[in-house]
């Protein structure tokens, strides 16, 4: 194949351009792209929730220098915010002294101090809005030392002052979840109940983020991400299959190796606590002509409800899908920290205390890093025999050593039990032994 080069201007000259029989045909190629939209393809682009967080940084800084500049209190420090952070021209100088006054000034609109972990995602936002201004400049490289060392030091401050100390997601218990059921707040009798239950179950089963990730779940028939599948002895599950593009994967050179997460979920012997008839039953009751395809709907008017259709095609608001956890553990009397994220926590949790190897934690919670650790939760179970076991008594250990493997896919069922036993059960009494079994095209993997 010849090599191209550009065409030489003088018109004498035409010997030299490549010649080629081929014909290229005129639909090969698209039509040259506008320069300003070649500049928006060479330009740094990310997650909408990401530039969500880049505006509000950029934004409380140019806050900042506006309310610096109207004040009049400007000193030799402050007579370089005159430049704006993403201004042409701007050095690296510069930039580190007005970042270091804005990140030692900056607090909440009512007065109180922003945590240490507010302060560097202000930092970090900052920066990749300079990464999409062609700025390829990391603000905590050695080439910034007074911007890390402010930063550092004004983190340790916040976390002497325990200003913003998180509490954790708590897991649900396998106890808390009795006393859903035991108390009515989690079934199908009723639409409320019912849809509120398949928030729950899938959440659990498929170790969903927060209410987002549940938020964006499609009905059908619109290209669900949840569909139900059968085996091949005819018993039913449902298939959770994560879009190609996701908060996570944006789809870009970083994850071009990334697979959507592939999950299934086995129905319970109680019909009742069954995902794959509560789910069945949820859907059969949504209005046969959809125009809507979130699958969260809101259930109609009490006068309303036949015995068809139970929800009217209107989407359940991102509010009410987001505390759905926190909802019905307040309803239940049950104290804690919950939130939907308590869904993955208590998903990790129950199977690492199961003693499941942590690469099938992760292909189940769709982690792509260690970061599934902090979603470990140690059973109460475990913690008494550790600190028995601490003062020098005989303990037996209730969690195996290794459990798991992963298939071509990462699906996996437990042996003996379906995935919801792994999930609901785990927890109420000793673990004696776990073995994952997988299945790939109706063929069981076995050690």
Not at 110 to 136: A, R, V, W
Not at 236 to 251: A, C, M, P, V
Request: charged share 25%; proline share 5%; net charge positive.
């Amino acid at each position: 194949m010849p090599l191209l080069v550009p065409y030489p201007d003088s018109q004498n000259d035409n010997h030299n351009k490549p010649t080629s029989s081929k014909t290229v045909p005129k639909d090969h190629f698209k039509a040259p792209l506008s320069s300003e939209m070649q500049k928006k393809l060479t330009g740094k682009t990310f997650a909408e929730s990401t530039n969500h967080k880049i505006g509000w940084a950029v934004s409380l800084y140019h806050d900042w220098r506006r309310a610096r500049i109207d004040s009049g209190e400007l000193n030799d420090i402050f007579q370089i915010i005159n430049s704006d952070v993403d201004e042409p021209g701007l050095d690296k100088l510069n930039l580190s002294t007005a970042l270091c006054a804005f990140l030692s000034d900056v607090k909440r609109a009512d007065g109180s101090e922003y945590p240490g972990k507010t302060l560097y995602s202000l930092l970090i936002m900052i920066q990749l809005h300079l990464e999409k201004s062609g700025l390829d400049w990391k603000l905590l490289d050695r080439e910034f030392l007074s911007v890390q060392n402010t930063l550092d030091n004004l983190m340790k401050n916040r976390a002497r002052s325990r200003v913003g100390v998180e509490k954790k997601f708590d897991p649900i218990t396998v106890k808390n979840e009795e006393e859903l059921w035991a108390q009515g707040l989690l079934g199908s009798d009723n639409p409320k109940q019912l849809r509120e239950t398949v928030m729950y179950l899938v959440g659990l089963s498929f170790a969903l983020r927060g209410g987002k990730e549940q938020r964006s779940l499609r009905c059908p028939p619109y290209d669900p991400q949840i569909t139900v599948q059968s085996c091949a002895d005819g018993t039913k599950f449902l298939e959770y299959r994560e879009d190609l593009q996701s908060k996570s994967n944006q789809g870009g050179l970083a994850t071009r190796k990334w697979q959507p997460k592939i999950v299934k979920a086995l129905g319970n012997s109680d019909p009742s606590r069954n995902i794959v008839l509560v789910y069945d039953k949820y859907v059969s009751l949504l209005p046969h002509d959809l125009k809507c395809n979130t699958l969260y709907k809101y259930e109609l008017p009490p006068g309303k409800v036949t015995a068809h259709t139970w929800y009217q095609d209107h989407p359940l608001g991102i509010n009410a899908v987001s505390k759905v956890v926190n909802t019905l553990m307040t309803r239940a009397g049950i104290p804690g920290h919950f939130t939907n994220h308590s869904f993955r926590v208590t998903a990790a949790t129950r199977m690492f205390n199961a003693g499941v190897e942590e690469q099938v934690v992760k292909e189940r919670t769709g982690h792509k890093s260690d970061a599934v650790r902090a979603y470990k939760r140690t059973d109460d179970s475990v913690l008494e025999q550790a600190e028995k076991a601490a003062i020098g008594e005989k303990v037996q250990s209730k969690v195996p050593k290794r459990v798991g493997k992963v298939d071509k896919e990462g699906l996996g069922s437990v042996s003996g039990s379906s995935l919801y036993d792994m999930f609901h059960k785990v927890g109420r009494k000793t673990v004696k032994s776990v073995r994952f079994e997988v299945e790939y095209h109706n063929e069981q993997v076995t050690d």
